[in-house]
Nanobody
Framework: QVQLVESGGGLAQAGGSLRLSCAASGSIFSPNAMGWFRQAPGKEREFVAA????????VYADSVKGRFTISRDNAKHTVYLQMNSLKPEDTATYYC?????????????????WGQGTQVTVSS
């Protein structure tokens, strides 16, 4: 069993920054890709970013490209999401997830473990 615990959410002003962390427990963290998703009230969950095991392959949603950076530290079993130039439309609950695959993918159906989420609120 794998547990994922997100942290780092909070309130930020438009143009500001936040850094999310996701700590994983369990032995299957390293071989798999990790991803971040988000869900705003009344909307479907959407893909944000994903990273391969080695960190050499990364995929971003167009809406966050150039503003968000995903990274991981396999020794610490942790994946990060650095969010810069935040916009009010980035307001959502952010979830990290562990993929079945080694390569980063945007399809939520490929992710088998999910965290509980951390709230990010961006004020204008």
């Amino acid at each position: 069993q794998v547990q994922l615990v997100e942290s780092g959410g909070g309130l930020a002003q438009a143009g500001g920054s936040l850094r999310l962390s996701c700590a994983a427990s369990g032995s299957i963290f390293s071989p798999n890709a990790m991803g971040w998703f988000r869900q705003a009230p009344g909307k479907e969950r959407e893909f944000v970013a994903a990273i391969s095991r080695s960190g050499s392959s990364i995929v971003y949603a167009d809406s966050v490209k150039g503003r968000f950076t995903i990274s991981r530290d396999n020794a610490k079993h942790t994946v990060y999401l650095q969010m810069n130039s935040l916009k009010p439309e980035d307001t959502a609950t952010y979830y990290c997830a562990l993929s079945r695959a080694a390569v980063p993918e945007a399809r939520a159906t490929l992710y088998m473990y999910w965290g509980q989420g951390t709230q990010v609120t961006v004020s204008s």
